[in-house]
């Protein structure tokens, strides 16, 4: 849900698990048991309507937060609650480096710090000082240099580490890292430090299982340093457009290889014939890569593949006749091809088929025919062809669909009827501007929806009364319609929404804010481009759990909304105007 939903109808679609090269600035790295706690209590802070009592620990832990400036050190306590403490003070943002002291000698495992402000070669003493307890280190988008990275040497057991879009460290702060044999996770993504000769480092990395050059404009050459790494599964070099066919050859004996990433690299049919031995890869991306429909044969050798990113590479329906072995595949993007009706002929096998994308291809009506044997299809996205209402019947047969992606396409409120047997939708993208409150009516069987986008659709303050029916909704977007405060009325029944999005209805006004204070699950609300004011702000003070609010185009002040997180919103870490 971005900021104004300044939307083009040739804008590229993420997804979410089956990345296409272009990421976001840093993911997270860290030992699986520190995620799932951190996860586990994110979960426990922003459930909705949640009236449970703290644990004691709980209530320790936040007192210690609360005070945390008048303790010297947190050595003395158990490591697993210096851990939460740590957590706690970066997740809040309160932790500095005069407040990072009192966690020297801690033993914490797990310190994640990507894009946090200020970290630099000093807070790196602190964090070595951890020694080998310390197993994951995400230091993205800092300040650290080689001395810094010089530090971690004493750091034996160190298994993760993630130094994406750090640009103060060269090569030879690389050879550090050589040393770090436990290594299993490494991420660097944009850096020039990662030259051909800055590679060599990586070769004594011999436990490493993931590495993640992805954006690194230097290393075409350095992939001969990769050959011993025989446990490695996960390689990601996408959009470096430096990467060549020469560079899969030197990497064509990682027999252990399941996931390559190669998307928007200078990658051709040549560099393709050189993977057909990797016999374990099951995730394959090539999208904007200049290869042709000759080395889909050499694709389709790849028969343990289950994800396969062809997006943006100028193909047509000739070659793919040869995929029909390709029984095991799950996920199948073909976004931005010149494929028609015919090349879906060849679909018909991949009975396993779970995601499907045919985003701006020249698929009609007739073409989803041949999608009615897919009956395992969770995931279909036909956004941008020319799909209409008599298409719709081939896809209401195909009761697995949980997301459905219409948008810019022909379909209108009659053929929305077609939809009403998907009962286990979960996810439907309707913004198109020919859907009105007509269509909405016909979507009310639709009980299970999870997240609703009718970005663009001519939604009247009477339509919104159909959004009763999501009784499960999370997800609700309604940007550029029709409504004012009036319709802002049914919205706010909705108690189950985390996210928001009512920007461009140039009607509401701060009565909407009013109006939406009791939905006291909002994580994020957009209502740019309304008539909202500084007074309206006020109401928002119940909202505890938002994180993100986005007020562009409105009569609001950065200053103001500043005093409010300050004040009231404490959770409140993303706002704009800021």
Excluded at 394 to 423: M, P, Q
Excluded at 445 to 474: E, H, N, P, V
Aim: overall charge neutral; glycine content about 8%; hydrophobic content about 35%.
């Amino acid at each position: 849900m971005g900021g104004i939903c300044s939307r083009k109808r040739n804008q590229q679609v993420i997804e979410d698990d089956f990345r296409r090269g272009v990421s976001g600035r840093y993911c997270r790295s860290g030992s699986s048991k520190w995620l799932g706690a951190r996860s586990l209590r994110s979960m426990a802070n922003h459930s909705p309507g949640g009236g449970t009592c703290p644990s004691l620990m709980d209530l320790c832990i936040n007192k210690i937060r609360e005070d945390f400036h008048k303790y010297n050190s947190f050595s003395i306590l158990p490591r697993d609650i210096s851990q939460q403490i740590f957590n706690e003070l970066v997740d809040s943002h309160c932790l500095t480096e005069a407040s990072l002291n009192a966690f020297r000698d801690c033993a914490l495992q797990d310190v994640y710090l990507g894009e946090y402000p200020g970290v630099n070669d000093a807070w790196m003493d602190v964090i070595s000082s951890q020694g080998s307890s310390l197993l994951s280190v995400d230091i993205s988008g800092s300040d650290v240099t080689d001395n810094g990275l010089r530090l971690l040497k004493d750091c034996s057991n160190l298994q993760a580490l993630a130094l994406n879009y750090c640009d103060q460290f060269s090569e030879h702060g690389l050879k550090y890292i050589s040393g770090l044999s436990n290594l299993t996770s490494l991420s660097i993504r944009k850096s020039s430090a990662v030259t051909p000769d800055g590679m060599r480092a990586f070769s004594n990395l011999l436990n490493l299982e993931k590495l993640d050059l992805e954006r690194c404009s230097e290393i075409h050459g350095g992939f001969v340093h990769l050959k011993a790494l025989k446990k490695l599964e996960s390689l990601n070099v996408g959009c470096c457009k430096c990467v060549m066919d020469s560079d899969m050859k030197a990497i064509s004996g990682l027999m252990n290889l399941k996931e390559l990433q190669i998307s928007n690299s200078s990658i051709t049919d040549i560099g393709i014939t050189y993977l057909r031995g990797l016999q374990k890869l099951s995730t394959l991306n090539v999208e904007g890569c200049n290869i042709t429909a000759a080395c889909l044969e050499s694709i389709s050798a790849l028969a343990a593949l289950a994800c396969l990113n062809l997006n943006r590479c100028g193909l047509s329906d000739d070659g793919f006749e040869k995929f029909s072995g390709l029984t095991s595949l799950k996920r199948l993007s073909l976004a931005f091809n010149k494929i028609t009706d015919e090349c879906l002929v060849h679909l018909k096998g991949l009975t396993n088929l779970e995601y499907l994308n045919l985003d701006s291809c020249k698929i009609g009506d007739e073409g989803l025919a041949k999608l009615t044997g897919l009956i395992l299809l969770k995931s279909l996205v036909l956004s941008d062809t020319e799909v209409g209402n008599s298409g719709l019947r081939y896809i209401s047969g195909l009761n697995k669909l949980e997301d459905l992606n219409l948008s810019f396409t022909s379909v209108t409120d009659n053929g929305l009827k077609r939809l009403a047997g998907l009962t286990n939708l979960k996810s439907l993208n309707l913004d198109a501007r020919q859907i009105t409150d007509a269509g909405l009516a016909n979507l009310t069987s639709l009980s299970g929806l999870i997240t609703l986008d009718l970005f663009g659709a001519r939604i009247s303050d009477s339509g919104t009364a159909y959004l009763r029916s999501f009784k499960k909704l999370q997800s609700l977007e309604i940007c550029g319609g029709g409504i004012s405060d009036a319709g802002v009325k049914n919205i706010r029944e909705i108690v189950s929404l985390t996210q928001l999005n009512l920007s461009q209805n140039g009607n509401l006004t701060d009565r909407t804010l009013e109006l939406i204070s009791g939905m006291t699950a909002l994580r994020s609300l957009n209502v740019s481009n309304c008539r909202i004011t500084n007074e309206g702000l006020r109401h928002l003070k119940p909202l505890k759990n938002l994180r993100s609010l986005t007020l562009e185009s409105c009569k609001v002040t950065a200053s103001e909304i500043k005093k409010l997180q300050s004040a009231e919103l404490p959770n409140l870490l993303s706002f704009r105007p800021e």
